[in-house]
């Protein structure tokens, strides 16, 4: 059975730092794209990042390049978003994705998820 659980959320004032963690089991996705979501309140679930299988390609929004990086280690079967510069309007559920069933490389589609952790950015 498959599961992804994230980690690292929580409460921070504009302008900090925060570093999600996402451990995947029950296979492995070093062959596999790996990725970020988010949804804020009454909005829906938008892309953040995504990470290819090797760590080569990373594709960020719009709204947080520059501000995010995803990384990932394979032997861990984990990946990671830093996120710094932290907005207000960046507060939302983060999720993680794994194995990449189609899409486009800035709005693809994931076929498994994780339950999400919460980040809220104060102002």
């Known amino acids: 059975q498959v599961q992804l659980v994230e980690s690292g959320g929580g409460l921070v004032q504009a302008g900090g730092s925060l570093r999600l963690s996402c451990a995947a089991s029950g296979r492995t996705f070093s062959s596999d794209f790996m990725g970020w979501f988010r949804q804020a309140p009454g909005k829906e679930r938008e892309f953040v990042a995504h990470i290819s299988s090797s760590g080569a390609g990373t594709y960020y929004a719009d709204s947080v390049k520059g501000r995010f990086t995803i990384s990932r280690d394979n032997a861990k079967n984990t990946v990671y978003l830093q996120m710094n510069s932290l907005k207000p309007e960046d507060t939302a559920v983060y999720y993680c994705?794994?194995?990449?069933?189609?899409?486009?490389?800035?709005?693809?589609?994931?076929?498994?998820w994780g339950q999400g952790t919460q980040v809220t950015v104060s102002s």
């Open positions: 994705a794994a194995d990449r069933s189609g899409g486009l490389l800035t709005n693809p589609r994931y076929k498994y």
